[in-house]
């Protein structure tokens, strides 16, 4: 089965976290270690993404939200320091996209969502920004 960096990233920019953890799952037997030990820590820090549902108050939902950006911060240490060597360059391209969701960094958002074919990666952008760029953003504030 062929799949790539690029398309578990765009799993994890749209919110399809199922999909996302199970290409996770499939490349535990990938040979480079240093891949293998990472493609470990994802899974975790995407199941631990806060939901605002899940909170009564909006402050409790900020406050998890703030907690998982430190875990996000964390993993981003641990990608960093992998070693050039053993198969990281052909994943290189697509754990950064990865981190770069996660983190809510807007370029790399922009760019994946202008990426989508059929000139429709507005719609996409505006779908995500709420989740990986600025989640205090509401409904009133699209209009």
């Known amino acids: 089965m062929f799949f790539s960096a690029q ?11 199922a999909g996302a953890l199970h290409f996770f799952a499939l490349l535990a037997s990938h040979p480079s270690p240093e891949l293998r030990s990472i493609i470990a820590l994802i899974p975790r820090v995407l ?3 806060p939901r605002s549902t899940s909170f009564s108050t909006e402050n409790e939902f900020f ?13 981003r240490v641990e990608v ?23 983190e809510g960094k807007q370029d790399v958002i922009v760019r994946m969502c202008s990426d989508e074919e ?5 719609r ?11 989640v205090e953003l509401r409904r009133d504030d699209l209009t």
């Not at 990233?9 to 976290?17: A, D, E, F, Q």
């Not at 059929?118 to 507005?122: N, S, V």
Request: negative net charge.
């Open 47 to 49: 199941n631990a993404q």
């Open 63 to 75: 406050v998890a939200h703030r907690r998982w950006l430190q875990e996000v911060r964390q993993l």
């Open 7 to 17: 398309a578990i990233g765009r799993c994890i920019l749209r919110g399809l976290s």
């Open 118 to 122: 059929g000139g429709h990666g507005w």
């Open 124 to 134: 996409e952008a505006v779908g995500v920004w709420g989740i990986w760029v600025n």
């Open 80 to 102: 960093d320091m992998l070693d050039d060597g053993d198969g990281r360059g052909e994943w290189r391209e697509g754990l950064e996209d990865m981190m770069g969701v996660l």
